[in-house]
């Protein structure tokens, strides 16, 4: 932009800017901005190009071994255009700022460095996948993201009509970026072709581009497209569109005993080892801050389903016995079974079953069943597959439980509708060894499945309760919209209490709650009727 460094005023006339106006610290006067390009090529050459020029009562001539950009009778056409220039004993062209008024993107993206804007310290800035993806992809096309983080690449998908697929390891990740898409307003872009939806593409501005050439032979000028600025509807506003948020299929591993393989067996023990390391120092986190510390934690070499136990340094001791689910893939209901089985067995008054991941399955069978013993599942940080890295202390939060999910069901008015209340969260008091609810309020975020299929949990109503934070993501939607929403439904969402809803085909429902460390516990449920589960 610094080049254009004259401007033509009103009246005809040219004034050449000063660096503090080029720079933006004084006014510009009004008037067309403008810049001077040589009127020579490179080469000598015979003919018509190297004819002197008569200009403004003086004879021109090319400089040796150089020839002019186009013959005489294009000089005359820019003469008359006014558009020639004179230096001294020079002639140059004069190219206006609006005749294209952009500037090709070049190899260093200066204006895409990373600000401080951001509300994470690896979070990539938006406007560099933005450019990325309008580069490679049109409309309609799939991108795939398998570094979730903060979800600016599904973002970005979402704001320029791209579908799109991401994925984390992180819960806290994948949390963070549901929030981000059902929360988020988009611009409404005008399709090219609205009967064939977005894959036809957008809108979008354009702008001339007048060349010396076009000039010289008299051609209406070409026109540009700019990919990165389609037109918008001002009288609708976007939000994100549907999405399900999936988990990999993955078959729990059961050993399998192979003579003569020592690395399997010593990949297997170091896995145990290490976990049982971490375990021992850091102990298992309940809400409110509370810890169940173990002491004397040593491995079970004699049972396929439990791997430690140790005993309980808070009130009363008693015997825990730890069983861990694999290390790729969700602890499964069988190996929650059979650990309850072997536990209760031995005698251990308290089970606390420990993986990465925590099949849904196996939650719904200690819920169903009738365990006489104590059971915790805790959740296993997805930090421990970098363990060497870690600096552990007594303080580390390697393994954390949650709780259960207790709600209500009732119906709602006449016919099959029903309506479910999150009452709260079942928690375990490591200390007492008794259980004491918390308050639905509390909770920063809950789902409900109001047909699960027992494989998959669809997202049928999403509810981010107020009293978790004092703040809530879906006052930025509601502002954004400016009332065009009901605000009585908005306010449905921030509460304990779902939207009423009809049986599905399967008659199960399943509620996922989540809390501020991103662990997720869910309660399944198949409905009979009313009643308070």
Request: charged fraction near 25%.
């Amino acid at each position: 932009m610094q080049r254009y460094n004259y401007v033509e005023l009103e009246n005809g006339s040219s004034i050449k800017l000063s660096q503090s106006q080029l720079e933006g610290k004084e006014d510009i006067p009004k008037g067309r901005r403008w810049r001077d390009k040589s009127l020579l090529s490179p080469g000598d050459t015979k003919g018509e190009s190297s004819l002197e020029f008569k200009f403004d009562g003086r004879i021109f001539r090319p400089n040796p071994r150089s020839h002019w950009s186009t013959g005489i009778s294009g000089l005359q056409t820019l003469a008359d255009l006014k558009r020639i220039v004179r230096f001294k004993d020079r002639l140059n062209f004069k190219s206006y700022l609006d005749d294209f008024p952009l500037i090709p993107i070049g190899v260093v993206w200066q204006e895409t460095m990373i600000g401080t804007k951001l509300d994470y310290v690896v979070q990539t800035s938006t406007k560099v996948i933005e450019r990325c993806m309008i580069m490679t992809t049109d409309p309609g096309d799939l991108v795939l993201d398998p570094t979730c983080g903060s979800g600016s690449t599904a973002y970005v998908a979402e704001q320029w009509g791209r579908r799109w697929i991401t994925c984390d390891t992180s819960r806290i990740a994948l949390a963070i970026t549901k929030q981000r898409l059902m929360t988020s307003v988009f611009p409404y872009y005008e399709l090219a072709q609205p009967q064939e939806g977005v894959r036809s593409g957008f809108v979008y501005k354009t702008v001339p581009h007048v060349t010396l050439s076009s000039l010289v032979k008299g051609e209406t000028p070409n026109h540009e497209t700019l990919y990165d600025k389609p037109n918008v509807d001002r009288s609708a506003i976007r939000v994100g569109g549907p999405f399900t948020v999936e988990a990999i299929p993955a078959p729990s591993v059961e050993r399998i005993e192979t003579k003569g393989n020592s690395s399997t067996d010593e990949n297997s023990e170091n896995y145990i080892s290490t976990l049982i390391e971490a375990i021992r120092k850091g102990g298992v986190i309940f809400p409110k801050g509370r810890k169940l510390k173990l002491e004397g934690v040593l491995p079970i070499a004699s049972s396929s389903f439990l791997h430690a136990e140790g005993t309980t340094s808070n009130g009363e001791t008693r015997r825990v016995a730890i069983s861990f689910g694999p290390r790729y893939g969700p602890l499964s209901a069988r190996q929650a079974e059979e650990a309850i089985r072997a536990a209760t067995v031995a005698g251990y008054p308290l089970l606390i079953l420990a993986g990465f991941q925590i099949d849904p399955a196996a939650e719904a069978f200690v819920q169903r069943t009738d365990v006489k013993i104590d059971v915790q599942f805790a959740h296993v940080n997805p930090d421990m597959e970098i363990h060497d890295l870690l600096k552990q202390t007594q303080g580390s939060q390697l393994f954390s439980v949650f709780g259960e999910p207790d709600i209500e069901l009732r119906r709602s008015g006449a016919g099959e509708t029903y309506i479910v209340k999150l009452l709260g969260v079942d928690v375990y008091d490591p200390i007492s060894g008794r259980t004491e609810q918390t308050s639905g309020d509390t909770i920063p975020a809950w789902f409900l499945d109001e047909d699960y299929d027992g494989y998959s949990f669809n997202i049928c109503q999403a509810f981010f309760p107020d009293g978790a934070t004092g703040k809530n993501p879906w006052d930025k939607l509601e502002n954004a919209l400016h009332g065009i929403i009901d605000k009585e439904k908005i306010e449905q969402l921030k509460t304990n209490e779902s939207i009423p809803f009809e049986l599905g085909e399967h008659k199960t429902i399943a509620v996922k709650v989540i809390d501020n460390r991103g662990n997720e516990v869910i309660k399944i449920r198949k409905l009979n009727g009313p009643q308070k589960v």
